[in-house]
């Protein structure tokens, strides 16, 4: 089987490489912007122009397979004058085009990795997420991974390329970057943290588990055709997941009480709006879809997986 991954360089791309040529029976095209050393069954793509003109034909002669890792995510800086246009032109645009010429060129399967901010950023309480929940995007970024499942379904439609939408809740894992990065260093600085009182409860997925269920897609794609939501089994509210982070990095988890509102009224003053949701709401995601119709399960216990993502996450 011959499997193009873009974002090869990325987080998750990284990982999904790794383990893809460790398979014999897999040839790996791996893009990315930066240069990955080559070996019998790995070749290195150059991505470095990727955008809605990208032309991916030649990557794609004799590939069965794509996973669709590449994308623009959260900008903790934004520098665009036209954030939302930037979204959508990699998001959108630029997957419209992988979609097509995928299509086009015969690839059997195309593996989109989007997000669970497509449905929102909350879930109400005792009622987790599952694939029959409507779309509700909230940002820039979440609205333009919406509308990129939106086009590769479109330009899909009519062809014999089978689709399968992931939507992974927060990946977590050694050097994870965004939020989870962020908490490992504020619980590594010993800075008394005002979330004692939060009794919210969230769903996660390791870095591990997002790649098993995407082998798990490759190795049936027959079966996989259509939107799957993913996580780990066990859901963490924002002071257990601190506690696990703490113990991880060999740290006490200096939690204080400070009244849910008032925390949220703070971060906002201060234009952290989209981090309280994070930290403060419920987000729990019901991923029994996916581990019935891909045969997946979660690996690991994610407590140990949490603690030891921390303890090799860079100072």
């Not at 409507?134 to 086009?151: F, I, N, Q, W």
């Not at 490759?218 to 696990?244: M, Q």
């Not at 309280?276 to 991923?287: E, H, K, P």
Request: hydrophobic share 40%; with cysteine.
């Amino acid at each position: 089987m011959r499997v193009l991954v873009t974002g090869a360089g990325g987080f998750v791309g990284r990982a999904l490489v790794a383990e893809l040529t460790r398979d014999g029976g897999i040839e790996v095209r791996a893009a990315s912007r930066s240069p990955i050393s080559a070996h019998r069954r790995l070749t290195w793509v150059d991505s470095s122009g990727f955008g809605p003109e990208f032309d991916w034909r030649p990557s794609l002669d004799g590939v069965d397979a794509v996973v669709h890792l590449a994308g623009r995510a959260h900008v903790l800086r934004e520098t665009s004058s036209d954030p939302e246009r930037e979204f959508l032109a990699v998001n959108r645009d630029a997957t419209r085009q992988l979609a097509e010429q995928s299509a086009g060129a015969g690839a059997r399967h195309f593996v989109l990795v989007s997000t669970i901010g497509v449905h929102g950023d909350r879930s109400l309480p005792g009622k987790p997420l599952t694939e029959q929940d409507p779309l509700c995007p909230y940002d820039a970024y979440t609205r333009s991974k919406a509308e990129g499942e939106a086009v590769t379904l479109e330009v899909t439609a009519e062809t014999a390329t089978v689709v399968t939408i992931l939507r992974p809740t927060m990946v977590y894992g050694p050097g994870a970057p965004g939020n989870f990065g962020r908490l490992v260093s504020l619980v590594r600085s010993g800075l008394p943290l005002p979330f004692g009182a939060i009794r919210n409860s969230r769903s996660f997925i390791a870095r591990e588990n997002l790649v098993s269920a995407i082998r798990c897609c490759l190795a049936r794609p027959s079966a996989t055709r259509g939107i799957f939501l993913l996580a780990d089994k066990e859901d963490f509210s924002t002071p257990e997941l601190i506690r696990e982070i703490a113990t991880g990095v060999g740290r006490k988890a200096r939690l204080f009480p400070l009244h849910g509102r008032v925390l949220e009224s703070g971060l906002r003053c201060i234009g952290r709006g989209a981090l309280a949701r994070r930290l403060l709401g419920s987000l729990q995601v019901d991923a029994s879809l996916a581990r019935n119709v891909l045969g997946w399960q979660p690996i690991g216990d994610a407590r140990n997986a949490i603690r030891r993502a921390a303890r090799e996450t860079s100072a």
